[in-house]
């Protein structure tokens, strides 16, 4: 009868082990792995949009205005000559920041 007892208990601990690592992998995929997907998602659209004569800022930190679209990159202007990037070391916080398409009248 005590032989009986201890098995119940032991599979009670299994289902919450289990339980638990289930709780475990959804708060992962939640904290982690949903929100990578979507920046890398935005990065995507991001890059597609790009235009010429969009001023942009790289991740290093240059200044220029796309002059030339490739399908391996993209050549920047700037004021030393024409530099040739990847389109994903392009950034997109600071461009949209410091040059908003829509630009106000003067009066």
Do not use: C, N, W
């Amino acid at each position: 009868m005590i032989t009986i007892f201890l098995d119940a208990a032991q599979g009670g601990g299994f289902q919450s082990m289990i339980l638990l690592f289930a709780i475990f992998i959804g708060f992962m995929y939640f904290t982690m792995i949903r929100p990578q997907m979507r920046k890398q998602k935005q990065e995507k659209t991001f890059q597609e949009s790009l235009k010429v004569g969009s001023r942009i800022v790289t991740t290093s930190g240059l200044h220029g205005r796309i002059s030339q679209i490739q399908e391996d990159g993209v050549i920047v202007e700037t004021l030393s000559g024409k530099l040739k990037f990847e389109k994903a070391a392009i950034s997109r916080e600071f461009t949209m920041a410091r040059f908003p398409e829509e630009k106000e009248e003067k009066k």
